[in-house]
């Protein structure tokens, strides 16, 4: 198994592993096992706080790289110019994401560098991290909402939305 087919396999598991304790938690509790249920709720949190943990590393990079940028520039912003600034370079690689594949249904498909679109992809995470932490974001809170955001966004498919 190559590197990143590991890393994928090591994230699906983790990820059916949490729906595996989360669905034997509403067992155990429909079973009135109530501490055999808090057990099995405490390991989903560990396995949540780890996964927190890698956006809490990923946020420590992003804000020494702003800083780095902000004080050997000299940049002076408002949120608003932020904001504004950082969506417009979003765009600009959504942009370069779009030119990494055969979206020109006119033109001869080429091969699709699937290493070259995932560095475009990583040039916006990098770009939403900064929006982020620039709007008070953490990743607890982007953990949550996006928990809770989910919720809703499943609620409308099954809703006829």
Known sequence: ??????????????????????KLISEANR?????????????????????????????????????RIIKERKIDKTLDEWVVAITIAMESEIDEIRRE???????QEKRIDIDRLQEEVIDLWHFLL?????????????FEKYMAKNKINHQRQDGGY
């Not at 198994?1 to 989360?22: G, Q």
């Not at 808090?38 to 946020?59: P, R, S």
């Open 31 to 67: 079973h009135k096992l109530h501490d055999f249920a808090t057990g099995l709720a405490t390991a989903v949190e560990i396995i949540e706080d780890e996964e927190i943990e890698k956006l809490e590393a990923m946020f420590d990079m992003q804000r020494a790289l702003d800083e």
């Open 101 to 107: 594949v055969n979206w020109k249904w006119w033109k």
């Open 130 to 142: 900064s929006l982020s932490r620039m709007v008070g974001l953490t990743p607890e809170t982007i």
């Open 1 to 22: 198994m190559t590197k990143p087919n590991i890393l994928e396999h090591f994230e699906k598991t983790v990820s059916s592993a949490k729906e595996r304790l989360k």
